[in-house]
Structure formats: structure tokens, C-alpha cells
């Protein structure tokens, strides 16, 4: 009788005598319901991210038109689509240090406000040079925007939902690259001198939009424990988590990381063991570092390359250059079938939204990066048999349109959103800022390098060469995630730093910290959710 009250009651935290913990573990317990208020904060922070995906999808079409008027060559059009993400970097590598000294909130506004500028100078550019300027102050918006709004997800969010919130960013990124698409056939029958010029223009709401939205934002708590205002956190984490015990637990942790003592309860106190704006932190992060450390740096670097190695920006941005390949000939048309790619990469982000704090991080991911291996060769197939035949294939063109919206859609739902979320969720607090930008960096980066050179890749290896060249990408990057990454789902951030340490050898701590939990019972009931820390203790020694 006594077991059968333990079961039915998922509130019970104790083993009843003589029954083991891995009964009690596989009692089914309620799990907890989403916080609204962290919910609506992950959103508006969140909606930075359009910024980025706008520019991406509004620049796939309107480089056709800008390419008429101003009479670009290949290289110059490749140049003019992807310097925005080279020019982010100046954003992100300057966007870690400005969230330190003015708070990850108002770091947003500075993110939508530089956009903002960006938006007006390319919608009245009257030069390549006068775009390209233009370009350059929306890329220090970009970077700002990628950034923070995942570091500010990941702070705010309870562990039960670190997952979902956190792949927010991705979400806006694919509905960004939608709207870019829209506006790109919305504006395509203007005259050719105003449809471009509106299409950049008009990503000025956006910008407002965020800067309203940020009002009504809390500050990280990480943040306000960092700059010694308890007081302020905590009042935040009681919004934000899923009950109060969690929220003293949280702010207990942050307080250990950043060097006040458990005992001090203050709603104002003077931070004097860790240096609150991030000097040193850059010589932590990249030359001496702890091999916890290291690790976590590799694995958020590895993702971010790979995310973007893969080719992913190269079909968003050319997708009229890929289909007018497959033999899609009308501009309609190929306008049409974009705003197809950017619906498939909007709805299948959903899968990835709702998932990942159910499924975890690594299978998700190791399916997603299988897709696009898959999709990857075939439409590099289909490409190689269109560019070899004399007649138009209606099958092969069918099968080419197929594969790039598989392609997207893995994409979507595993690889695009889990690299920000990973990345953001792994670095310990006091690296977390400046890990991040180094993430944002590489991507950017990467993503520069390989939609300035899609054009001439392309003419020098065939469009179906430089689709065979992703494929393999990818599989390197399956090989890389399968080795490398452990699965983080459901960790608290504090208590991260346990399965990191070696690259090869992660598996076995994975196993004991399991083990450990099942023994404490504090596993949710076999749905692969770790309430808290492990032990009840958090070890904050590499932390």
C-alpha cells in the first residue's frame, strides 16, 4: 500500500523503505508548466533576431534587382550579399564587452537602434559604395542582435524550458527570412529603382518594434547578481522560474559563481572576487584555459563553424540563383518558390521548439545533420543532371525544389536552432558573454566566407560540385557532434560544467552524473528532465 501511495503521488520526493530509487524514478511526475512571464521575455528578446533573418531573406531577391540598376558583376553581387555577416563581427566581438557595462537588455536597444540607421542608408542608397556603407552599420546592428538575444534567453529561462526558450532566436531568424521573402515578391513589381529600395527599407519596423518591446523586459539576473544588486535578481528569478524553491536555488548558484557568499543577503552588495565588466576573461577564454573550459570553447566554436559550413546561408541567399539553375526560368516564379523555402524553414522550426527539452539536444541534432547530408547529395545530383542534359527534366527540376526544402527543413529543426542554444547554455557565467560572442563570430564568419564565394564556387566546381561540397561538410560535422558534444538537456547552467572536461571521455561522466541522480531521486520519471543539480550541490570549482 505504501508503494502504491509513492506512485500515485507525484509530489512524494521520498523513496518509501524497501523500494528502490529506480522505482521511484520511474514514477511518473507531473512536469511543470511553462512560466508565461519567462515565455513572454524569451519572445521579445527573441525578436532581435529578425533583424538578421530580414537582411538574409530580402537580399535574395532584391540583389537581382540591385544587380540591373547598378550593373553589378558575380562578384561584386557576392560580395554586396554576404560582407554584412563579416561586418557583424565588429558587432559581436564589442557586443559581449557593452552587455557587461550596460546590462543585456539596453545592449538590445543599442542592437535595433544601429539596425535602424543601417535600414535608412540602404533604403536610400544611391551608389554601390553608399550601399555597401550601409551595409557595414546594419552589420554592427546584426552582430549586436545575435549575440545577446540567446545569452539573454538562457539567463532568464528555468531549466524545464531552457530548450524551447532558447531556440526562440532561431525561430525569429526563419520568420525574419520569411518576411524578406514576402516583401521580396510583395515589392518586385515596383519599378526597378524603388522595389529594392523599399524591400531594405522597410527593415526599419522591425527595429522599432524591438526597441518598444524591450520596455517591458526585466534585466538578466545573471547580470544584476554580477553587478551586485540581489535585491533586483531575485525578484526577477521569482518571475522567471518554476517555483520558489527554484528560484532560491538559482540565485544561490549565481551567487556562488560570482563570488558572494551564500550568507550574504543584501539587496545591494559591493562584488569584489570576480571583476563584474570582463577584464581577463579574453585571457581565460583563449590562452590559458582550464581543460573545462577548453572543451566548452571547442564545442561552441565546432557548432557554430558547421552550422554555417554546411551551406545553409548560401541556399537561403541564392535560392532564385539555385532554382533558375534547376530550371526555374520566371522571376514569379522563382520569388515564389523562396518564400517555399523560408515557409519550410518557419514551420519546422516548430519541431525543434517543442522538442528539445523533451527529446534532448544530441539526438535532435544528430537526426538533423543526417537530413541534410541526405538532402545535400541528392540535390547535388539532381543539379549535375540538369546542367548535363540538352532538355528540360521535369522530374529532376521537382526533385531539386524537394531537396532544398528537406534540406531547410533538417536544417530548421535540429542544427539552425540547437547551435545557439548549446552555445549559450554551456559557458560558465563569469565566460559567458565573451564565449558567446566568439560563437556569433565563427558563425558569422563562416556564414561570410560562404556567400561570398557561392557565385564563383559554383562556376569552378559546378552548382552540383559545390552541393556535393556541402554534403561532405556536413558529414565531418555529424562525425565532430557525435564525438564531441554531451547532451546538456535539462541542466542547470551552474551545474553544466560537470560533463565538461575531456573531448573523448565525457560518456563516462555522463554515465556517473546519471547514476548519482537516480540515487538521489531526482529524476522527472524517465522523460529525461534533471530538475536541478546534481546532488542537490552544484560544483562550482571550474565555474
Known sequence: MAEQKAMADPNLNVVPPGKSPVEDVEAPKKRPPRNKYAFACAILASMTSILLGYDI????????????????????????VGIINLYSLLGSAVAGRTSDWVGRRYTMV??????????????????????????????????????????????????????????????????????????????????????????????????????????????????????????????????????????DLRLAEIKAAAGIPDTCNDDVVIVTRQKSHGEGVWRELLLHPTPAVRHVLIAAVGIHFFQQASGIDAVVLYSPHIFDKAGVKSSD??????????????????????????VGRRPLLLASVAGMILSLTILGCGLTIIDHSSEKLMWAIGLCIAMTLTFVASFSMGLGPIAWVYSSEIFPLRLRAQGASIGVGVNRAT?????????????????????????AVAAVAWAFFFTVLPETQGRTLEDMQGLFGSLTGWRSVARKLKMEVVEDGKSDGGKGYVQLATNGHTDLKQI
Open 57 to 80: 531573406g530580402v537580399m535574395s531577391g532584391a540583389a537581382i534587382y540591385i544587380k540591373k540598376e547598378l550593373h553589378l558583376n558575380d562578384v561584386e553581387v557576392e560580395v554586396l
Open 110 to 247: 543599442i542592437a535595433g537602434a544601429i539596425f535602424f540607421v543601417g535600414a535608412i542608408l540602404m533604403g536610400f542608397a544611391t551608389s554601390y559604395a553608399f550601399l555597401m556603407f550601409g551595409r557595414f552599420v546594419a552589420g554592427i546592428g546584426v552582430g549586436y542582435a545575435l549575440m545577446i538575444a540567446p545569452v539573454y534567453t538562457a539567463e532568464v529561462s528555468p531549466a524545464s524550458a531552457r530548450g524551447f526558450l532558447t531556440s526562440f532566436p532561431e525561430v525569429f531568424i526563419n520568420s525574419g527570412v520569411l518576411l524578406g521573402y514576402v516583401s521580396n515578391y510583395a515589392f518586385s513589381k515596383l519599378p526597378t529603382n524603388l522595389g529594392w529600395r523599399f524591400m531594405l527599407g522597410i527593415g526599419v519596423i522591425p527595429s522599432v518594434l524591438l526597441a518598444l518591446g524591450v520596455l517591458a523586459m526585466p534585466e538578466s539576473p545573471r547580470w544584476l547578481v554580477m553587478q551586485g544588486r540581489l535585491g533586483d535578481a531575485k525578484r526577477v528569478l521569482q518571475r522567471t522560474s518554476d517555483s520558489s524553491e527554484e528560484a
Open 333 to 358: 516564379h522563382k520569388l515564389l518558390a523562396t518564400i517555399a523555402v523560408g515557409f519550410c524553414k518557419t514551420i519546422f522550426i516548430l519541431v525543434s521548439t517543442f522538442f528539445l527539452d523533451r
Open 447 to 471: 556564414s561570410g566566407l560562404i556567400t561570398m564565394t557561392f557565385l564563383s564556387l559554383s562556376k569552378g566546381i559546378t552548382i552540383g560540385g559545390a552541393f556535393f561540397l556541402y554534403a
